[in-house]
């Protein structure tokens, strides 16, 4: 799979591998070019906690063997989970939202701006690459804590019998007048599904989509799949 000059190699053996890792080395010599060794990694993908690091010879150059990496923007693990990424992407939007904190904190600086930046700014960041997330209930409650957090800094305590509180959930979002960002996610995921829906059935993602994967289960409780998670927010 190849997105400009970044290439990945899916493999089932370390054979399968180095066979198509030599015939990429060898046209792109054809062609003047050379592979980046210092930039070129590989990722075990498996579900058990061994750890997996080190390093392995293929054509004279040293890959590294790494546990994560990032590929268009996106955090890969090992394990195939998609928690580290959307930790990653949580760390991210908090720190666009403490380099604006002055701006969010500023009395001088109306609300509606500041919504404006959140929304340019901060939430981009936070969800960026969700299409492929399917996210659990943990992970939802998470997301719309942080964004809750962001939004009580925008909508600040209002006083009520004398007393100061914060504003309750549904005031919040009745002011910002946008869904939950775990609902836009969701829409989006909607929307990308949609776009594979229309796709040539030659294309890879149509092709993934559509494929089953090999093997047998593990024990206990299956991990939700994407599909599964887009045609629950299709019917409700």
């Known amino acids: 799979m190849a997105y400009g000059y970044d290439i990945i190699i899916v493999f089932r053996s370390l054979r399968a591998m180095k066979e198509t890792y030599k015939e990429i080395k060898t046209i792109a010599k054809t062609t003047g070019l050379e592979v980046n060794v210092n930039r070129t990694k590989m990722l075990i993908h498996s579900r058990r906690n061994a750890r997996q690091t080190g390093e392995i010879n293929m054509e004279g150059d040293g890959i590294e063997i790494v546990e994560d990496f990032i590929y268009l923007g996106s955090k890969f693990h090992k394990d195939g989970e998609e928690n580290h990424e959307i930790t990653r992407r949580l760390r991210l939007a908090n720190n666009a939202y403490f380099s604006l904190l002055s701006v969010f904190r500023s009395k001088d600086i109306h609300r509606a701006i500041k919504t404006k930046i959140y929304k340019t700014m901060i939430r981009p960041a936070l969800y960026y690459g969700c299409e492929g997330w ?15 957090k962001v939004l009580r800094s925008i909508y600040v305590p209002i006083k009520e019998n004398g007393i100061w509180r914060i504003r309750y959930n549904k005031e919040l979002y009745k002011l910002y007048k946008e869904p939950e960002i775990s609902r836009t996610i969701k829409l989006n995921r909607l929307q990308w599904a949609g776009h594979v829906q229309r796709m040539d059935k030659e294309r890879i993602p149509k092709k993934i989509l559509y494929s089953t994967i090999g093997g047998r289960r593990r024990a206990g409780k299956p991990r939700t799949r994407w599909i599964y998670a887009v045609e629950e927010d299709a019917k409700k």
């Open 134 to 148: 399917t996210l659990n209930k943990k992970e939802e409650s998470v997301i719309n804590s942080y964004e809750r």
